[in-house]
């Protein structure tokens, strides 16, 4: 017999169970920690096709910021277009 599967594949709900991207979460709780003992921000990017758990990850790490008291948000952006230089990209944000 097949065992259930345990993930809920659909673009931004939460998954029951969150599994399979302890490297990732090991990655930002060292930045994190990095931020809150050395002051050092490490700016990185969560890239990857559609429906690959991105939403659900970035999640992961605002609950985890959280937990160590850092506020943290979680705020969707519209795709941008080719012809859009970065300072188009980010006057969009405001």
Do not use: C
Request: hydrophobic fraction near 35%; aromatic fraction near 10%; charge should be positive.
């Amino acid at each position: 017999m097949v065992a259930p599967n345990p993930f809920t594949p659909r673009s931004g709900l939460e998954p029951k169970n969150f599994v399979g991207r302890e490297a990732e979460k090991k990655y930002f709780e060292k930045a994190l920690n990095e931020l809150l003992t050395l002051g050092r921000q490490n700016h990185f990017l969560v890239l990857g096709s559609w429906g690959i758990g991105k939403t659900s990850l970035l999640r992961e790490f605002k609950k985890i910021a959280q937990e160590k008291g850092v506020l943290s948000s979680f705020i969707s952006l519209r795709k941008f277009r080719n012809s859009e230089d970065m300072r188009e990209g980010i006057e969009s944000l405001f």
